[in-house]
């Protein structure tokens, strides 16, 4: 059985017909299941490269069918995660605006399906799942517990912003449901909007603020704004958000995140713990259950979960590591699969390296040679042991080998990696490479045998492989480890295993062999304006646009050549799928996303350049009827880069035409 599981809009890359804004419906993804086992899953933005994307899935979906080598015809299942109801409240607001009677929501979707993808799909085959049973699926199914308490928070799906399940064998029984007006993840989100965190999914960088700041110093404010109620219930109370404004305008007019701010923070972090807390005590009491499985966004805060795995409420906690929405695609297809097959034996956790496969040798020599003009690379005998190497040379590094990590974290295929040692990697890192705020922390990667010499676990397990735990630093290391120990004494930690990253283990060892460190800084490939990298040719832009010291990809060490601004003219820009020029008189020429957001204007010679770029032509020959001087021209290929940088526009080392395939 072929079970295609599929998260995200209704709007292709190109458009927003049915204006989902872009905090709507993220991080698409699709998941191919066959009786039971996850043969890929691909997040979207991976592909499309819009950081959370909302987007249908079309290159993920195909992804995973051109792995697995079958058809459309050939999955016995498309699943969504929503329930027939919900979908049909929205198509019903969008149709009757167009004064049209909506389809039924099966006859939408699979209308949607035929229509993208150019397949017989019959209605038949078109399930649809709760959002939040889907979270618990991905919680509870992949788990080792027979028996557990599951618990899904996030912002809102469907009609709930959070769930509470009995698990067992293979039935989820619900308990409880908590409705959008006491929803965690819109409260989490609505200070981070306060505390001036204005981007969507900025919610960790508070998490990462939190440990600067004195939780007592707005307590009280905070206590206002919730209350505890019997049997694992509670209030939330957002009248006091005012008076946190006031606040925040007070402290912190003068100073970028002041004390006031990092005591907001800290209290923010507190106030969703005693909450999240209140509900488990209840829960685990009346259940019995010692064991505890949690999903939904909230779930990826990883210092809540190292607190509760610490207070011995429960023996041991299994958090899905695709606990945001991108894991809806799995718990959509895992739900019609034991649905449909009662009987069947749970699968536990699928190996999470299951994304784009790197390119074969001969094809990242392909890929290098395509960019010679401004890299220089040499194949490795022994691409760890280099890599280790560089690291205790402290030199700063892209890493990326085999098949690209499902879910936010990176795990090591797909990682920027550094010395752990010198607290001025974790400076240096934010500012050259990931272009972002000093205070953010970066995790530890760690050899499993060793995990326990390091740090502080609370229990006799050694594997956290998915970085969704945060454990207290040994005391004796944490001046050693300056680059990955958190302010608070804390690291985000993540076990390598042998078994389950053989290269980048072996990577790990080198290290150890020369630093008697078990322990690198791993953190995503990307800087803060894209996705992870998922290609070689993701990898080598990433590589340029930032200031890392050298790329290893595969077996090749990529180094920069010496770069002056005139090479940009070699490069054929081309506009991504999702951008376009803004169609008015405005006197600036200004372009848009397909979300009708985010507006960047451009000069009136760079619009005069780049309005006719398709990939067909580089920028010395759209050049050729701009009225600028040399120094005109230098300011015009550096505001080119600025936008390269920002991914607004595509530079490529060979004709590039955006086809249909971008779509």
């Not at 970028?256 to 969703?272: H, P, R």
């Amino acid at each position: 059985m072929y079970i295609l599981g599929i998260n995200g809009s209704a709007n292709p890359v190109h458009e927003n017909r049915y204006d989902v804004g872009e905090g709507n419906n993220h991080d698409s993804s699709a998941a191919l299941l066959h009786n039971g086992e996850v043969l890929a899953i691909y997040e979207e933005e991976r592909l499309n490269r819009i950081k959370h994307t909302n987007k249908l899935p079309c290159l993920a979906i195909n992804a995973c069918l051109d792995v697995s080598g079958i058809t459309y015809e050939q999955v016995d299942y498309f699943t969504f995660n929503l329930t027939e109801k919900t979908l049909e409240k929205i198509l019903w607001n969008y149709f009757s605006q167009l004064g049209m009677n909506p389809p039924s929501a099966h006859t939408f979707l699979q209308q949607l399906l035929q229509d993208q993808f150019q397949a017989d799909i019959s209605t038949d085959k078109v399930l649809l799942y709760n959002h939040h049973f889907a979270h618990a699926v991905t919680a509870f199914y992949p788990s080792q517990f027979e028996k557990a308490l599951v618990v899904t928070i996030d912002g809102s799906g469907g009609e709930y912003s959070g769930t509470v399940y009995d698990g067992s064998g293979n039935d989820l029984k619900l308990l409880r449901t908590f409705s959008e007006e006491q929803s965690l993840g819109h409260f989490y989100n609505l200070v981070t909007n306060i505390l001036g965190f204005s981007k969507n999914f900025d919610e960790y960088k508070v998490m990462g603020l939190a440990p600067y700041g004195n939780p007592g110093t707005y307590k009280e404010l905070f206590s206002q704004m919730y209350r505890l109620l019997p049997e694992g219930n509670y209030e939330l109370h957002k009248d006091f958000m005012v008076e946190l404004m006031e606040i925040c305008a007070l402290g912190n007019s003068n100073k970028v995140f002041g004390q006031t701010y990092k005591d907001i923070a800290a209290s923010l972090q507190e106030a969703l713990e005693t909450i999240v807390f209140h509900i488990l005590k209840h829960y685990a009491q009346a259940t019995g259950h010692k064991k505890l499985c949690l999903a939904g966004g909230v779930a990826l805060n990883c210092t809540m979960n190292g607190k509760l795995l610490s207070s011995g409420l429960f023996e041991d906690i299994f958090v899905y590591p695709g606990a945001n929405d991108s894991g809806l695609a799995v718990g959509s297809a895992l739900a019609a699969y034991y649905e449909y097959e009662r009987g069947a034996k749970r699968k536990t956790l699928h190996n999470m390296y299951v994304g784009s496969a790197l390119e074969n040798s001969d094809g990242i020599r392909q890929e290098l040679d395509q960019w010679k003009q401004l890299v220089t690379y040499e194949e490795l005998v022994d691409a760890p042991m280099k890599a280790a190497e560089l690291l205790a040379q402290d030199k700063v590094i892209g890493w990326v080998q085999g098949n690209s990590e499902f879910a936010p974290r990176a795990l090591g295929n797909r990682s920027i990696l550094a010395d752990p040692r010198p607290a001025k990697n974790k400076e240096r890192i934010n500012s050259m490479v990931k272009k972002r705020e000093g205070f953010r922390p970066f995790a530890p990667s760690v050899m499993e045998e060793y995990v326990a010499d390091f740090f502080e676990l609370p229990t006799k397990r050694t594997e956290f492989s998915h970085m969704t735990f945060i454990f207290k630093v040994q005391q004796k290391y944490r001046e050693l480890l300056g680059a990955i120990t958190h302010v608070d004494g804390t690291a985000r930690v993540q076990t390598v295993s042998k078994e389950l990253n053989k290269k980048y283990w072996e990577l790990i060892d080198h290290f150890r062999e020369l630093t008697e460190v078990p322990i690198v800084l791993n953190t995503s490939f990307n800087n803060n304006a894209e996705p992870i990298v998922d290609s070689v040719r993701d990898a080598l832009v990433s590589f340029l646009t930032t200031r890392l010291d050298f790329l290893i990809v595969g077996d090749f060490l990529v180094s920069r050549k010496e770069f002056f601004i005139g090479q940009t003219e070699v490069l054929y820009p081309a506009l991504p799928a999702h951008i376009f020029w803004e169609n008015s008189d405005n006197t600036t020429p200004s372009l848009l996303t397909s979300f009708n957001e985010k507006v960047f204007t451009v000069t009136e010679n760079l619009y005069a350049a780049l309005k006719e770029a398709d990939g067909k032509k580089n920028m010395r020959e759209l050049l050729e009827n701009v009225p600028v001087d040399e120094k005109g021209k230098e300011r015009l290929l550096e505001e080119l880069l600025q936008l390269w940088d920002k991914r607004v526009v595509m530079l490529s080392p060979v004709p590039n035409v955006v086809t249909e395939m971008s779509i």
